[in-house]
């Protein structure tokens, strides 16, 4: 079965730099597009980010646009997500989610990694 | 981006008791649209997909319908663990988006 094992949240400064992991099994990983999706304390769902299975598309939310990359190791089916320049509008719990970038669904979900941006 | 809102934004119902949620869409997605139901300190899980297929593993008790802007999510007999916050998202235009949330509660 799919399974999707995050690391890397906690407690970073305004301004400051953390990087989420997810560990991905039980799919071809190699051969899926990835996303970072999140939610603030209390709200909604907000896509993040999505990279292609090749590595090299990438897409990002304007909100995040130029702060945080995303990338993957396909040789060890690893996902990651570099967040730069953090906001406290960025306090949320980040989900790793396979799933196209077009016309798909998003049926499995990581356990969820939260951060929070606080001085 | 594709907005989605969806009514009511809370509702409170009972065991047994038939329940609608509306989703809208700002353009037509086609059936791009599937529904999500989160609960309290756990990830989303996928309940419908593609406007009325169910997922995998879902209570037959769930259903959606629509297509273009207009959607629905109905469970026909509500029970105690369908008390939750759903969510609908749309794939039909990039990048991905959610509607805001319903709150179903007791």
């Known amino acids: 079965q799919v399974q999707l094992v995050q690391s890397g949240g906690g407690v970073v400064q305004p301004g400051g730099s953390l990087r989420l992991s997810c560990a991905a099994s039980?799919?071809?990983?190699?051969?899926?597009?990835m996303h970072w999706v999140r939610q603030a304390p209390g709200k909604g769902l907000e896509w993040v980010t999505f990279i292609r299975s090749d590595g090299i598309t990438k897409y990002y939310a304007d909100s995040v646009e130029g702060r945080f990359t995303i990338s993957r190791d396909n040789s060890k089916n690893t996902l990651d997500l570099q967040m730069n320049s953090v906001r406290p509008e960025d306090t949320a719990i980040y989900y790793c989610?396979?799933?196209?970038?077009?016309?798909?669904?998003?049926?499995?979900w990581g356990q969820g990694t939260l951060v929070t941006v606080s001085s | 981006d594709i907005q989605m809102t969806q009514s009511p934004s809370s509702l409170s119902a009972s065991v047994g008791d038939r329940v609608t949620i509306t989703c809208r869409a700002s353009?037509?997605?086609?059936?791009?649209l599937n529904w999500y139901k989160q609960k309290p300190g756990e990830a989303p899980k996928l309940l419908i997909y593609?406007?009325?297929a169910l997922q995998s593993g879902v209570p037959s008790r769930f259903s959606g319908s629509g297509s273009g802007t207009t959607f629905r999510l109905t469970v026909s007999s509500l029970q105690p663990d369908d008390f939750a916050t759903y969510y609908c998202?749309?794939?039909?235009?990039?990048?991905?988006?959610f509607g805001q949330g319903t709150k179903v509660e007791i």
């Open positions: 989610v396979p799933g196209d970038f077009w016309g798909g669904h998003f049926d499995s």
């Open positions: 998202q749309q794939s039909y235009h990039t990048p991905p988006t």
């Open positions: 353009q037509n997605i086609n059936t791009y």
């Open positions: 593609a406007a009325s």
């Open positions: 039980g799919f071809t990983f190699s051969t899926s597009g």
